[in-house]
């Protein structure tokens, strides 16, 4: 994974549009104070039909859903964003990158009320290519279970994606790194498996096709819930049920999903490994799915795809 941004020309302000290095925040924002702000990852692929983000709206919508979580409203409608998304890609003349849209609470209050503290609304765009490391897609990755747990339903409101929260999960991925692996896996309260850091996960044994249940420790990933509509329409059994620690060392395949990680296989969990140790059938045929989907190659049948287009009009 690259370690710095490849930066772009433009970020979108609050209905502008910014050189990159002026985008910037007060050092006591509460954005960088508490943590306060929500964000979603998005990606947009070369299609040949031009540029599409993948299920666009979605992630815009659940971003308005973590911010009403936390009481941090934007000042944007979803079509303001969505057209600011589609115009920032066109606009930095990108044809396959990564969008992270941001809604933080500003310089202003110096403690925990946020009343004093202005919202503000950017979003990024980058090229980004394969996140977990070049080849993990077609050889899969080394994982290990975190020392590192989930937060109990309750503490942390974990369907809303706020920055906040990767704290838990940056301590879940230096571990793992430190160690020599390329994700952790945590276990929620109970001793459940939860998620990895970033990714949801799945299991496959004797041909089913396993993840964990949204107990209040999982994030409802939209790549997770595109996989098993494909899943499902590929004729495949799919289960949501609570997964011991065991069954990660016994599954005949595992992978992750996630907007960032896409579809990535998973060869050993704690330096046991899984199945032949290598991407398994229904890996390969989920990500080929997965990969058709998002690239246009099969029919959009789900409207999943919104096309990029040509420019609009975005002030700068």
Not at 9 to 32: C, E, N, T, Y
Not at 92 to 115: F, H, I, Q, S, W
Request: with cysteine.
């Amino acid at each position: 994974m690259s370690t710095s941004f490849p930066e772009a020309r433009w970020i979108w302000k609050d209905g502008s549009l910014i050189p990159w290095a002026d985008a910037q925040v007060h050092l006591l924002s509460l954005a960088v104070q508490f943590g306060s702000s929500a964000f979603e990852g998005i990606r947009c692929y070369k299609t040949d039909d031009g540029p599409a983000i993948f299920r666009l709206e979605d992630h815009l919508r659940r971003l308005v859903r973590s911010c009403a979580t936390y009481r941090l409203a934007p000042a944007h409608s979803l079509d303001e964003l969505s057209e600011a998304c589609r115009q920032l890609v066109v606009e930095n003349g990108l044809e396959d990158c990564y969008l992270r849209p941001m809604v933080l609470r500003g310089y202003g209050a110096p403690g925990l009320d946020p009343t004093g503290s202005p919202i503000e609304t950017y979003i990024a765009t980058w090229a980004w290519g394969t996140y977990l490391g070049e080849g993990a897609l077609e050889r899969g990755v080394d994982v290990r279970v975190s020392s590192w747990a989930r937060p109990r339903p309750n503490t942390f409101p974990v369907q809303a994606k706020s920055a906040g929260h990767y704290n838990n999960a940056q301590l879940i991925k230096m571990e793992a790194l430190a160690d020599g692996f390329a994700e952790g896996i945590a276990l929620g309260p109970s001793g459940l498996v939860s998620e990895a850091s970033g990714q949801n996960l799945f299991l496959v044994r004797d041909g089913a096709i396993v993840t964990p249940v949204l107990d209040g420790t999982v994030l409802e990933g939209i790549t997770r819930d595109t996989v098993i509509a494909l899943a499902r329409e590929d004729g495949l059994e799919v289960r949501e049920e609570p997964v011991p620690r065991e069954s990660l060392y016994t599954a005949d395949e595992l992978f992750l999903t996630g907007t960032a990680s896409e579809v990535t296989p998973v060869r050993s969990v704690d330096r046991i490994t899984i199945g032949t140790g290598r991407a398994g059938p229904v890996t390969r045929q989920l990500q080929a799915a997965y990969m058709d989907t998002v690239t246009g190659k099969t029919p959009d049948d789900h409207g999943w795809l919104t096309r990029v287009g040509s420019s609009a009009t975005v002030t700068s």
